[in-house]
């Protein structure tokens, strides 16, 4: 389960079909609540079926992020490369992902940060160095340039985050689940009592 979070009108609806579905619709259309699509990928040597959540970038639908971020695998952040605002609003949406999907390890839960629209280039604001920094920042995330539209890089991110969340799926195979050992003895009572 993988989780595509940022602003409305970023392109997060236009790189999900583009990868689930290879196609792409310049017609702006506001995502209300939140839809998946599945695709089966085959990722070092293993078939895996991807379900990638796509969200409204709309305050109104936040409330839903409960529901909707527990039991995510992996966390794709999107902005919109000629859209500054988008840019500034990415460390509220890792936020939010982390308090209302609550993963067990927060500090290590794979996420990835596409910027999106570089076919916009002569429209572009923020630079890929700035992003890259803001990576670097929170534990070196993974970083694509992505288009929707030419379809630049939209596959190799995909796969990335799927095999990012493959590999912590055998990290945590290799974790012992925690024991309990109740010590029946300690806690008995003597008594003459036949009853006890």
């Not at 340039?145 to 055998?170: C, H, M, P, W, Y």
């Not at 945590?172 to 109740?182: E, F, M, R, Y």
Request: hydrophobic residues 35%; proline residues 4%; negative net charge.
């Amino acid at each position: 389960k993988v989780v595509v979070l940022g602003d409305s009108g970023v392109g997060k609806t236009c790189l999900i079909n583009q990868f689930a579905l290879n196609k792409f619709s310049a017609q702006y259309k506001a995502t209300i609540g939140a839809d998946f699509l599945t695709k089966e990928v085959v990722v070092d040597n293993r078939q895996v079926t991807m379900q990638i959540w796509d969200t409204a970038g709309l305050e109104r639908f936040q409330s839903l992020g409960v529901a909707l971020y527990r039991g995510a695998d992996a966390c794709i952040l999107v902005y919109d490369v000629t859209q500054p605002k988008t840019f500034e609003n990415l460390d509220g949406w890792k936020e939010e992902f982390l308090f209302q999907g609550s993963p067990q390890d927060p500090d290590n839960f794979p996420f990835m940060l596409l910027g999106n629209k570089i076919d916009l280039e002569e429209q572009r604001v923020v630079q890929a160095k700035k992003a890259e920094n803001w990576c670097h920042q929170k534990g070196d995330i993974k970083y694509f340039e992505t288009s929707a539209k030419d379809n630049s890089n939209v596959e190799q991110a995909f796969l990335e985050i799927a095999r990012i969340g493959l590999s912590r799926e055998v990290q945590d195979d290799d974790i012992p689940a925690p024991s309990i050992v109740v010590d029946d003895d300690k806690n008995k009572k003597t008594s003459k009592c036949p009853c006890m």
